[in-house]
């Protein structure tokens, strides 16, 4: 959270110098522990594993032996493990009956007082009102969420008040090129339909 209060530092009026003290957390060496290691979540590890980030994961199904080596990644078969060795947790679940409000206030006290929480899954993956309160009481350190439910939060809503947390307005895929190859993907497949040929990205009902 130091870049958020970082950030108020740098432009606030009433700034006249910087203390020495404020400091923030390394990345680093630290333990990410990831729930969810689809495509996404397996990009995360690629991307940890530059950080010389120790990686935990948690999945439904256990990834191939190579493919966890290729990353560094560990397989906890029970997210309590993941969530007690872990200073960053990160979701990146599909959202689902099983899947909603995975992490309430057991997860959230099951893990270090020192953690961050990450979603950038769905909103509705965590219990907004245990997170109100785990925040509140330091419970965890801190979280940083690109969703929330509802999109946008109520104004008046207590995670807007608290600063140990930073909100985003669900904009992971929110760039140039994503957008474009988005629409690429999109004209692809209806080409594909059109043609009578294969469609690309299909989705196959359960």
Do not use: W
Request: charged content about 20%; glycine content about 6%; aromatic content about 4%.
């Amino acid at each position: 959270m130091y870049l958020h209060s970082g950030c108020q530092i740098a432009v606030s009026p009433d700034t006249k110098y910087f203390a020495v003290d404020c400091l923030g957390v390394e990345v680093t060496r630290a333990t990410l522990g990831i729930i969810g290691m689809g495509s996404i979540g397996y990009k995360v590890a690629q991307r940890a594993r530059a950080f010389d980030m120790r990686i935990l994961y948690h999945n439904r199904n256990r990834r191939r032996k190579e493919e966890e080596e290729a990353v560094g990644a560990h397989y906890c078969e029970k997210m309590e493990d993941l969530l007690q060795q872990s200073d960053f947790v990160m979701l990146v679940v599909n959202l689902t009956p099983e899947t909603h409000k995975l992490i309430g206030k057991k997860e959230l006290g099951l893990m270090k007082p020192t953690a961050t929480l990450i979603n950038i899954s769905r909103g509705a993956v965590i219990d907004q009102d245990a997170l109100v309160e785990a925040l509140q009481n330091k419970v965890i350190r801190a979280a940083a969420v690109d969703v929330t439910y509802p999109e946008p939060l109520p104004r008046d809503h207590p995670l807007l008040k608290l600063n140990n947390i930073i909100i985003t307005p669900h904009i992971g895929t929110a760039t140039v090129q994503a957008t474009r190859m988005m629409a690429e993907e999109a004209i692809a497949n209806m080409l594909a339909v059109l043609n009578g040929q294969p469609i690309p990205s299909e989705v196959f009902p359960k």
